[in-house]
């Protein structure tokens, strides 16, 4: 299976209202990062946490990594309409330089 | 926005066909990358490459060849078209020394009839 897998595939929430999305990998990596697409658009980066990281804040995201749990988390506080779109995490492991997405979590925020 | 162009945007053709999609860079970046995804679903590599005359296949490459001659632009050519390629495809770029974090183009929906 792929290395990165978010779950929940898909999130509705009203506007206001947090949103968290999580991510798991299964081997050991040298950093993750979170990217967001846009309906049919290419991907756009977030924000990148480092393996020797355990947290890390821009703007009103937040992600966290816990990599004796090879998870991470990407928040998104007081959400907003224009938050709506696919998030996808991409695991690099240690050695390469070709992350791997998983399939992305799909976010609705209603107004 | 990312300096990274895809053309075309859409291409409706039929099977059999030789196309190729286009994909520019501005930025300088020394690796790019081929991606296609379906709808809701994951991306899968098609091909990537290090730098000029440098190229290598991903999960996904059969059928499709790339070249690159020039660092700025990675062309991805489909010999004879067939409806399974209907698809979205992404291309990507990066630079050595940023973490490789990934810049993508708009994409190209590709429809094979």
């Known amino acids: 299976s792929q290395q990165g897998e978010e779950d929940p595939q898909a999130l509705s929430i009203q506007e206001g209202e947090n949103a968290t999305m999580n991510c798991s990998y299964k081997?050991?990596?040298?950093?993750l990062q979170w990217y967001r697409q846009n309906s049919g658009r290419g991907l756009v980066h977030l924000i990148l946490?480092?393996?020797?990281?355990r947290e890390k804040h821009s703007g009103r995201l937040r992600v966290t990594l816990d990599t004796s749990k090879k998870s991470s988390s990407l928040l998104i506080t007081a959400s907003r309409a224009a938050d709506t779109a696919s998030y996808f995490c991409?695991?690099?492991?240690?050695?390469?330089?070709?992350?791997?997405f998983g399939r992305g979590t799909s976010l609705i925020v209603h107004p | 926005e990312a300096d990274i162009y895809q053309t075309p945007r859409y291409l409706v053709i039929g099977t059999g066909k030789k196309i190729t999609l286009e994909c520019s860079q501005t930025m300088g970046h020394d690796k790019m990358y081929w991606y296609q995804q379906d709808p809701g679903m994951e991306l899968h590599l098609i091909h990537y490459s290090y730098g000029v005359n440098s190229t290598e296949k991903g999960d996904l490459s059969s059928e499709s060849t790339v070249s690159r001659i020039r660092t700025e632009h990675f062309p991805l050519t489909l010999e004879s078209a067939r409806p399974s390629h209907t698809s979205q495809y992404l291309c990507?770029?990066?630079?050595?020394?940023?973490?490789?974090?990934?810049?993508f183009g708009p994409g190209t929906r590709l429809t094979v009839l």
């Open positions: 081997t050991s990596i040298n950093n």
């Open positions: 946490i480092r393996s020797n990281e």
């Open positions: 990507a770029s990066s630079r050595t020394g940023s973490m490789d974090t990934q810049y």
């Open positions: 991409a695991s690099l492991k240690g050695g390469s330089y070709i992350p791997t």
